[in-house]
T-cell receptor, first 109, second 115 residues
Framework: QKEVEQDPGPLSVPEGAIVSLNCTYSNSAFQYFMWYRQYSRKGPELLMYTYSSGNKEDGRFTAQVDKSSKYISLFIRDSQPSDSATYLCAMSAIDDMRFGAGTRLTVKP | DTGVSQDPRHKITKRGQNVTFRCDPISEHNRLYWYRQTLGQGPEFLTYFQNEAQLEKSRLLSDRFSAERPKGSFSTLEIQRTEQGDSAMYLC?????????????FGDGTRLSIL
């Protein structure tokens, strides 16, 4: 079993839809949780960074962490075609970061 | 541009050759990380530095892989005697602080193709 599991999709939604992306993990030592967006042939771009359980909102993006269930989510409201990318969850204990495999999202106009 | 910079963006080489990639981190960041990413997968951690000290290298993929950060600024990743399986994107990231958990900021990577 991988330490971080992420549904690879692909996920296709119409413009304006609410998107839900999820990851589960097995290592209870993980304390820091991140979501990255990666466009084709580019490096991952940090979207959200959270430390504790609960919700964090930034514009159209909301990150949710449930440490008791070892489950994190990213919600995208009013999705736009420019949101089409691969979304990677990532988490770390202290030093190294572990990534999910990424979910490929397409938002259709 | 004050982000993480990687050079070259794409390297094509024949099997058996040595290759070296360079990473220039965000200037005030003292931590620098190397990752490998293959198609359809998330980045896989290889090694990291705090200033010039390499604090973790047990996850380097084989003894053909080595990394340096001699003056605590830019870093190089070298792969000796390249193999077909080394074809991947090699990503560099940097972060602030000597405490763990700081968010890492990535460059756009070096894509390695082995002929």
């Amino acid at each position: 079993q991988k330490e971080v599991e992420q549904d690879p999709g692909p996920l296709s939604v119409p413009e304006g839809a609410i998107v839900s992306l999820n990851c589960t993990y097995s290592n209870s030592a993980f304390q820091y949780f991140m979501w990255y967006r990666q466009y084709s042939r580019k490096g991952p771009e940090l979207l959200m960074y959270t430390y504790s359980s609960g919700n964090k909102e930034d514009g159209r993006f909301t990150a949710q962490v449930d440490k008791s269930s070892k489950y994190i989510s990213l919600f995208i409201r009013d999705s736009q075609p420019s949101d089409s990318a691969t979304y990677l969850c990532a988490m770390s204990a202290i030093d190294d970061m572990r990534f999910g495999a990424g979910t490929r999202l397409t938002v259709k106009p | 541009d004050t982000g993480v910079s990687q050079d070259p963006r794409h390297k094509i080489t024949k099997r058996g050759q040595n290759v070296t990639f360079r990473c220039d981190p965000i200037s005030e960041h003292n931590r620098l990380y190397w990752y490998r990413q293959t198609l359809g997968q998330g980045p896989e951690f290889l090694t990291y530095f705090q200033n010039e000290a390499q604090l973790e290298k047990s996850r380097l993929l084989s003894d053909r892989f080595s990394a340096e950060r001699p003056k605590g600024s830019f870093s190089t990743l070298e792969i000796q005697r390249t193999e077909q399986g080394d074809s991947a994107m090699y990503l560099c990231a940097s972060s602030l602080s000597d405490r763990g958990g700081q968010p890492q900021h990535f460059g756009d990577g070096t894509r390695l193709s082995i002929l």
